[in-house]
């Protein structure tokens, strides 16, 4: 009973935080948020490769020290579909009707012989 107590009165510390990128240190990203994160490395599933510019809004794991990805505000995407893009316009969308957009252009789903 005393451990219980003891134990849920403690402050938990976040694992998680929350901020901008405000500037790279070769590989790995600055962050600003409560507190200031120098040297995350960027986690992202294999074959992806991505470097959040300035100003992005990450999430990262502070206890290990990593960068989880960006956090997008306002998508337009529906459930299950896939959108690429780089700060320079470029644009992969792969959309739920098979359908592929690459930056505007159509490429209809090619129906199975």
């Known amino acids: 009973m005393w451990l219980s107590k003891q134990i849920s009165s403690e402050p938990r510390k976040s694992v998680s ?4 990128v405000t500037g790279a240190r070769g590989e790995k990203v600055i962050v600003q948020g409560l507190d200031e994160y120098r040297g995350l490395p960027l986690i992202a599933p294999w074959g992806i490769e991505y470097f959040p510019p300035n ?5 990262a794991l502070t206890g290990d020290g990593a960068c989880l990805g960006t956090i997008l505000e306002g998508s337009a995407l529906e459930p299950g579909e896939l ?7 470029a644009e992969i969308l792969l959309k739920n009707t098979g359908e592929v957009l ?9 129906e199975a012989t």
Do not use: T
């Open 17 to 20: 935080a929350s901020g901008k």
């Open 83 to 89: 959108r690429l893009f780089s700060l320079g316009g």
């Open 55 to 59: 100003g992005a809004k990450i999430l």
């Open 102 to 110: 690459i930056n505007g252009q159509s490429f209809p789903k090619q």
